[in-house]
């Protein structure tokens, strides 16, 4: 009998438990056992293994730390106490730990192992030295060669050493998913899709206890715990990834189906990574709680190097400056480490653009001039491979779209602080700058439109750039913004083309009914805003009476079409209609003001559980609920009405 105790009921148990992976059970179990008899080599032993199963490393370290101290002869207890401080990333310490093991027989596991700690630390010359001292033949060698190349970002050179090491071994989920994480960076989203469709089949047939997907059909199911087995399947990593290609892809619904795919767990057990995706997915949703976590994991060891700036970049997408610029001067620590000098120029220019937009502006531009020469020399460089048909084109190109990807933001925020003034026409000049890299680009051309459109004068040259959107989603115009359509329509209106305005809200109204068919709880609102937006067109040209007729029946029925976005474009025609029959700049017949009051009192009946504003998620000082609802502005608004007709 291994564990010396009066019962020995008590060894067949916690063996059952361990087989059984319930390592928490067995965890409780041995500490009840060590109470009694804390030296018992055995039952020690199977508490650091049980931690570790359970990835829970610190603790694991501390139990293999105790059993070097009590036989200080056994190397294997001091290769498995160094693995578990590199686990817990206690890099130091580990690497103290290896230069104990002195016994010939451990030294390539040492080397290995060694290489892993240098690796973790971020010292590649180090790791590749000692990689290059092990084995030639041996697997790992490859693959943790191929792991070196990937850090230093040869993702092509790197997807050659994982599928060369594939060909070599039986099946490995995460030697699978190195492959697909090596396609990700080189941006084939497809065949990384494959390779993590063979981790997830893979894991499913092996473990079919994992639940995979359970959450997203709405099963309830218990926690899988963070076991050796889940980590082996490679399945928490798979998804995770899947997500991160979806949320590229901008196909945010898939991206959340694939964090809630994977297996269950609690929130308490989640990975870093989990934890970050989680955060950025769902941070149109619960913004508070986004920013609740990615400060969370910022105080963490390791976090996902995206966590920093990616907390950043969001304070400045809610505005919230002066946090970005507390969390930028409190973490000077981390920023050359985890933000690049360009990502943090950008965020520096950001922040100034609240108290001084002149300076922002010309610190945008500095950034937008390296990147445009650097843009013009890949230009280049493309060019001439083109020409040779050489083997390189493929990275220039890659090359190009990543610098591309880096400037467009750039551009828009410089853009962003003339947009402001209403200085459209230095927009469109800041705009015609940038035309020889930006033509093809779908986010410019959209800007490009929308700056057209907002002076009067341009509205046909504003049709040219809304039409080819439209037109690459004609199949299914619910995917383009409600808000292009709406300006498509009205700048078909302004410049006499009817027809093509009609055509277009005719197949329009169409698809909502095919989708209302399919899916009758789905709320839509695209044909309702553009309705609301040429009503608004209408009511700012003078013709209040045919221009809120279109606004109120654009609502219709109510329980479907009233919502936050759609009020607030309907309550800013009925605000100008008081404001000009209040001065007496108009005359409207009774009838239409009774059609108006009858509106609003629908509205006040559908309104009320409707917010009329989205507060932002860390204020402070929040309104009071019952003066944000529709029903509450529709009452107001009814009121002045009612005071006007009886005035």
């Not at 020409?387 to 610098?403: C, P």
């Not at 292009?484 to 109204?509: D, R």
Request: proline share 3%; aromatic share 10%; glycine share 2%.
């Amino acid at each position: 009998m291994l564990i010396h105790v009066k019962d020995g009921e008590y060894t067949k148990t916690i063996y059952s438990l361990i087989r059984d992976q319930r390592y928490a059970d067995a965890v409780q179990l041995l500490n009840n056992i060590l109470e009694t008899h804390e030296n018992s080599r055995a039952a020690l032993s199977l508490l650091a293994n049980c931690y570790f199963y359970s990835q829970d490393f610190i603790n694991a370290a501390n139990c293999y730390e105790q059993l070097t101290i009590l036989f200080p002869s056994e190397e294997d207890y001091k290769i498995y106490y160094a693995q578990s401080l590199y686990q817990a990333c206690l890099y130091d310490e580990a690497m103290k730990v290896t230069s104990q093991i002195t016994e010939p027989d451990f030294q390539e596991k040492v080397t290995k192992l060694k290489a892993a700690i240098k690796y973790g630390e971020g010292d590649l010359m180090a790791a590749k030295s000692l990689v290059d001292s092990c084995p030639v033949d041996d697997i790992d060698t490859e693959i943790n060669r191929g792991c070196i190349l990937y850090k230093e970002e040869r993702y092509e050179e790197a997807l050659q050493k994982f599928m060369g090491a594939q060909q070599r071994t039986a099946y490995c989920p995460h030697l699978s998913y190195n492959v697909a994480l090596c396609h990700y960076r080189l941006k084939e989203y497809n065949q990384a899709l494959n390779h993590i469709a063979a981790i997830e089949e893979y894991g499913i047939s092996e473990h079919p206890e994992m639940s995979v997907g359970m959450n997203t059909e709405g099963i309830e199911v218990r926690s899988v715990g963070n076991t050796l087995a889940l980590h082996e399947t490679a399945l928490i990593e798979a998804f995770n990834l899947k997500a991160a290609i979806y949320y590229q892809k901008k196909n945010f619904d898939e991206a959340k189906d694939a964090l809630t795919d994977m297996p269950p767990r609690s929130e308490e057990e989640l990975d870093a990574v989990t934890l970050h995706n989680q955060a950025l997915i769902n941070v149109d949703v619960n913004p508070s709680e986004c920013f609740e976590k990615l400060q969370f994991l910022l105080h963490q060891n390791p976090f996902p190097p995206e966590t920093f700036g990616n907390l950043l970049l969001l304070y400045c997408k809610y505005e919230y400056y002066d946090l970005a610029a507390d969390v930028l001067a409190e973490n000077a620590h981390l920023t050359h480490k985890y933000l690049t000098p360009d990502l943090y120029d950008f965020l520096d220019a950001l922040i100034t653009q609240q108290t001084s937009p002149e300076e922002a502006y010309l610190k945008f531009d500095e950034i937008a001039s390296k990147l445009s020469e650097t843009l013009r020399k890949l230009t280049k460089q493309v060019d001439e491979a083109r020409q040779k048909h050489d083997d390189s084109l493929k990275k220039y190109l890659r090359d190009y779209e990543n610098v591309l990807e880096r400037y467009i933001p750039v551009l828009m925020a410089q853009a962003k602080i003339y947009w402001d003034m209403e200085n459209y026409a230095q927009v469109e000049k800041i705009f015609k700058k940038s035309v020889e890299f930006c033509e093809d680009n779908e986010i410019w051309k959209l800007n490009v439109a929308h700056v057209l459109f907002m002076q009067e004068n341009k509205l046909k040259e504003a049709t040219r750039f809304y039409e080819p959107i439209v037109k690459k989603n004609y199949d299914n115009m619910l995917n383009v913004s409600a808000i292009v359509l709406a300006n498509l329509c009205v700048a078909y209106i302004m410049t006499a083309q009817n027809e093509e305005a009609e055509e277009l809200m005719k197949k329009l109204e169409k698809e909502e009914e095919q989708l209302a068919y399919e899916d009758s709880d789905k709320k839509v609102f695209h044909l309702c805003i553009v309705n609301l937006v040429i009503g608004t067109l209408y009511c700012a040209k003078g013709n209040y009476e045919f221009g809120i007729s279109r606004v109120m029946r654009s609502l219709e029925p109510f329980n479907k079409k009233l919502g936050t976005d759609t009020w607030y474009h309907a309550k800013r025609c009925f605000l100008s209609l008081i404001e000009v029959i209040a001065k007496n700049i108009i005359l409207v017949r009774d009838s239409v003001i009774q059609e108006c009051i009858v509106f609003l009192e629908q509205c006040e009946v559908f309104g009320r559980s409707i917010r009329t504003v989205n507060e932002q998620p860390l204020e402070q000082l929040q309104m009071h609920i019952g003066k944000t609802t529709v029903a509450y502005e529709a009452r107001m608004l009814k009121s002045l009405l009612m005071k006007i007709r009886d005035a």
